[in-house]
């Protein structure tokens, strides 16, 4: 069974890189930059959304971009991979969920879940790490 989505977040344009690279920060401890007053974050939200990375901060909803975070390369590229699989579920031609949509969002959330526990890892307690796992079926 499908149902049509009422969902057109995915026509959002993120313009924050030309920010983020201007004011990055290269051999410390900051992640990355956003756009809070200090300049930095350490409150870090991951949340799947098309045409965006997995990594926000939590306090100006800046889109922070995982190449440049301190995070390891192995962590970078599953929080790319897990953003490139984002609403898989959808069929984008239709705008239809597709006919497991409802397994491949559970198992998204499930591997959104294990990636929080990787960054508080490697990030250490000093940040805290959100997950907004995604309810589109
Ligand atoms: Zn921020």
């Known amino acids: 069974m499908t149902k049509k989505l009422l969902f ?11 920010t983020l690279l201007k004011d990055k920060k290269v051999g410390g401890s900051v992640l990355v930059n956003c756009g809070c007053k200090d300049g930095r974050t350490t409150t870090i939200t991951l949340e799947g959304e098309f045409g965006a990375d997995a990594l926000w901060c939590t306090k100006c909803q800046y889109n922070l971009d995982v190449e440049h975070t301190i995070l390891s390369d192995r962590l970078k590229e599953a929080l790319l991979e897990w953003a490139a699989q984002y609403g898989i579920w959808i069929d984008l031609e239709t705008d239809m969920l597709v006919d497991d949509a409802q397994t491949l969002e559970k198992t998204h959330n499930a ?9 508080q890892e490697e990030l250490g307690v000093a940040y805290t790490i959100t997950f907004e796992p995604s309810h589109m079926t």
């Open 8 to 18: 057109s977040n995915r026509y959002l344009v993120y313009n924050f890189e030309k």
């Open 111 to 119: 591997a959104g879940k294990v990636l929080v526990q990787k960054l």
